[in-house]
């Protein structure tokens, strides 16, 4: 018999240069072996070089997106992404909730690569009392943990998993502290369980070409997560993919700013292409 392909949601903004947001997440889901879908709940105006406006979804709309999916296909897990106001954020909670949503990817994104806020503040109140119970992983980098806790960014190992443990109290069952905005030759990500703390570390990758990497990890974990995998082996898939993606993200030749990584790189080398 052959296996049924995972079916995974992305709940996110519109990147029109390709690199982060829906777009990034699709390319990523499907490069990890499930098959992808999108609500989208903003468009922007971005490329490499930065976000220069963002269009709103109306929050009503975002709620049909989700419905119409859930109405006809089976979702084995939700990655949910930009959300941009307190409007979308209760209403995304809402039909998630409601639809009995499982294996939900949270990432917090706040904060453009180039420093464009894509959160707006009244709706870090309704992410973090709404969304975060629902999710099975969040995975914020170190300033939005910061951000979502009120808190100064945390700078050593035991600061990272202290406010990992405190994310944890929220809600979610796993955070992923993830440390690519960290020191040092390695990238050290954590994930944090009520088991414990794990570390993953891998040399940083000296490349300007790390548009979307937060979305593409996250999106990566939930399609693994689909697949049935542990958070922990999806953790490491995940890392692995993303990893590979930057490392070939040279490559590409996409814009003069902060450029995409390469999904495809490992298909496409396993292919000949």
Not at 2 to 18: C, E, F, H, M, Q
Not at 59 to 68: K, N, T
Not at 90 to 100: I, K, N, Q, S, Y
């Amino acid at each position: 018999m052959t296996r049924k392909i995972p079916n995974v949601l992305s709940i996110a903004g519109s990147d029109p240069s390709g690199g982060a947001g829906i777009q990034a997440d699709l390319k990523a889901i499907s490069a990890n072996g499930a098959y992808a879908m999108a609500a989208l709940t903003a468009l922007t105006a971005q490329n490499t070089q930065g976000v220069s406006g963002i269009h709103p979804v109306p929050p009503e709309f975002v709620a049909a997106q989700i419905d119409a999916v859930f109405d006809d296909i089976a979702v084995d897990a939700v990655k949910v992404g930009m959300i941009c106001n307190a409007g979308i954020a209760a209403r995304v909670a809402d039909r998630l909730r409601a639809r009995a949503a499982e294996r939900i990817v949270l990432d917090p994104v706040m904060i453009a690569k180039g420093g464009a806020p894509l959160l707006e503040p009244d709706a870090v109140r309704v992410v973090r009392d709404d969304l975060l119970p629902l999710a099975l992983m969040l995975t914020p980098n170190l300033p939005e943990a910061a951000h979502l806790l009120d808190r100064g960014v945390a700078r050593t190992e035991s600061e990272v998993e202290a406010q990992g443990r405190a994310l944890l109290a929220l809600g979610p069952r796993y955070v992923l502290m993830k440390g690519g905005h960290g020191q040092g030759a390695d990238s050290a990500d954590c994930l944090v369980s009520a088991d414990g703390a794990v570390w993953s570390r891998a040399p940083r990758i000296d490349t300007a070409n790390t548009h979307g990497t937060g979305c593409s990890l996250s999106s990566a974990l939930a399609a693994q997560l689909a697949r049935g995998l542990s958070p922990a082996e999806a953790f490491r898939a995940a890392k692995d993919f993303v990893t590979a993606a930057i490392r070939a993200a040279d490559r590409l030749d996409v814009g003069q700013g902060h450029g995409p990584t390469h999904h495809f790189a490992t298909l496409w080398d396993a292919a000949g292409a």
